[in-house]
């Protein structure tokens, strides 16, 4: 294990998490369109930060820093890795990157066409879920974990967790179409809404039952127990936050200007839907890591031999 190379890659991760909130404060600023010059702005290397010049600018600063630090992360982990897979998922991690700059450059020239600007917002999930991918993989705990004992009891917990992680992958699609397809200005359409409402449910449900599972079944193994508590928590703020974006984003077109609570609101919906995506994303790898594929003695697993 190297230790310098796994707090290098910490380091991006903070780093892109950070990004995600300075660019989800563009969108909610409707900032976007400050400049329509790319990859200039306003035929300019620096533009003086004035007005929403400051979110859009700043925006594409802190994501050009991440660029750096993700070139700098594959460099480090070619040298120091030896795995050939965490060697490839260091240069999948600047090809994402690089495809994400484009997309970025791209909504501003097409001016915010919804697809791009929802692809920019989605593809910033995946971006986020590769570098938290590649600090838990040169971890100490991931190359030091042994093999558990599965119960013998019910569906394996692997299925469980992938199960949560695509339908909250889905919800995060749901919420990035929601979100830019209307601006502060405009009252957010009702069926991506209700579609929105229900996928919330299906989250809570899929990740709900499958925390409780892992918490119930482990007790005491930390490697496992810790990711679940988090991620149901985040959960629980999460929905909180999806409640009061929807209040506050009703109520936005009759202000005078994108005001501060509904900016505040909607950002730390952004960023914390990141972080329970992530969080189920380090359990879902942990359960892979020690937990057997299949239960063979389990009775859930044997069933269909059985009939
Ligand atoms: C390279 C890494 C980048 C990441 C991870 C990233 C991430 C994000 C995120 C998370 C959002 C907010 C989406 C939302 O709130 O729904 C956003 C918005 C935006 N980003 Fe980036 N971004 C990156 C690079 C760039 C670049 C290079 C540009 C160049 C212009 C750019 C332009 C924009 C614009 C214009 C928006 C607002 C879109 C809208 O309001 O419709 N981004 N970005
Ligand atoms: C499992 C729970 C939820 C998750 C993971 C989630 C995730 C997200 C994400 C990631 C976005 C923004 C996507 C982006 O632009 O990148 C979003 C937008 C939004 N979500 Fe949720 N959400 C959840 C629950 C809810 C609930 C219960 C509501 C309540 C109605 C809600 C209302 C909204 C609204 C109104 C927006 C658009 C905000 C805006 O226009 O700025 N969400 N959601």
């Known amino acids: 294990m190297n230790r310098g190379l796994n707090r290098f890659a910490i380091l991006v991760a903070c780093a892109t998490f950070f990004l995600i909130i300075a660019g989800a404060l563009v969108t909610s600023h409707d900032a976007g369109l400050a400049t329509s010059d790319w990859p200039l702005s306003n035929g300019q290397v620096f533009p003086k930060m004035v007005g929403n010049l400051f979110w859009e600018h700043g925006h594409r600063m802190v994501a050009t820093t991440v660029g750096m630090l993700t070139i700098v992360l594959m460099i480090y982990i070619l040298v120091k890795e030896k795995r050939s897979w965490v060697r490839k998922l260091g240069i999948f991690a600047l090809l994402a990157v690089i495809a994400q700059g484009l997309l970025g450059g791209l909504t501003v020239k097409l001016m915010l066409p919804l697809w791009v600007s929802s692809a920019h917002a989605t593809l910033a999930q995946l971006f986020f879920c590769t570098t938290v ?19 013998k009891e019910g569906p394996p917990l692997r299925y469980l967790c992938t199960a949560a992680l695509v339908t909250i992958f889905l919800q995060l699609i749901l919420g990035a179409t929601l979100r830019h397809s209307a601006t502060w200005d405009q009252k957010p359409p009702i069926e991506l809404i209700l579609a929105h409402i229900g996928g919330a449910f ?13 918490l119930r079944r482990h007790k005491g193994e930390k490697f496992l127990t810790r990711p679940a508590m988090i991620a ?30 509904m900016v505040g609101i909607t950002v730390a919906h952004v960023a914390c839907g990141a972080l329970v995506f992530v969080s189920t994303i380090v359990l879902t790898l942990r359960t892979y890591r020690v937990l057997p594929a299949t239960n063979e003695h389990s009775t859930w697993a044997a069933r269909p031999q059985e009939s």
């Open 133 to 151: 991918s590649l600090a838990i993989f040169t971890s100490r705990s991931w190359i030091e974990a042994r093999p558990i004992e599965e119960e």
């Open 202 to 214: 299906a989250v809570t449900l899929i990740l709900g039952g499958t925390g409780l599972t892992v």
């Open 232 to 261: 149901l928590s985040l959960l629980v703020v999460q929905l909180f936050l999806g409640v009061a974006a929807y209040m506050t984003r009703l109520a936005s077109p009759k202000d005078p200007q994108p005001l501060n609570p």
